[in-house]
Nanobody, 120 residues
Framework: VQLQASGGGLVQVPTGGSLSLSCTASGNIPSVNVMGWYRQAPGKQRELVAAISPDGTTTGAESLKGRFTITRHSANATVHLQMDSLTPEDTAVYYC?????????????WGHGTLVTVSS
């Protein structure tokens, strides 16, 4: 499974602005999976931003609900993360993630991180 993210990179977003990230999975995609986004800010641990199951059930950081929205297009294995009212504290490398279960084991795939920079 390969995960290709887009929407971040060299773009700087001003405080209060919005940005959308997308991630598309390709390859031998398991039929049952959860796709989502994690982020890692400088000097901090990687944390879950939001995740979504094939039936549209979502989960994520409580502190981000209301500003970050995750949606999914299962037909093409794509997830979108809409980020609104961004603050400098949202500056981080964002990673796309696909998780599935193989037997009793959790299997995770990661995309290359995409940098999101919010300027003050």
């Amino acid at each position: 499974v390969q995960l290709q993210a887009s929407g971040g990179g060299l773009v700087q977003v001003p405080t209060g602005g919005s940005l959308s990230l997308s991630c598309t999975a390709s390859g031998n995609i398991p039929s049952v999976n959860v796709m989502g986004w994690y982020r890692q800010a400088p000097g901090k641990q990687r944390e879950l931003v939001a995740a979504i199951s094939p039936d549209g059930t979502t989960t994520g950081a409580e502190s981000l609900k209301g500003r970050f929205t995750i949606t999914r297009h299962s037909a093409n294995a794509t997830v979108h993360l809409q980020m609104d009212s961004l603050t400098p504290e949202d500056t981080a490398v964002y990673y796309c993630n696909l998780a599935t279960v193989r037997g009793l084991d959790l299997k995770e795939y990661w995309g290359h991180g995409t940098l999101v920079t919010v300027s003050s």
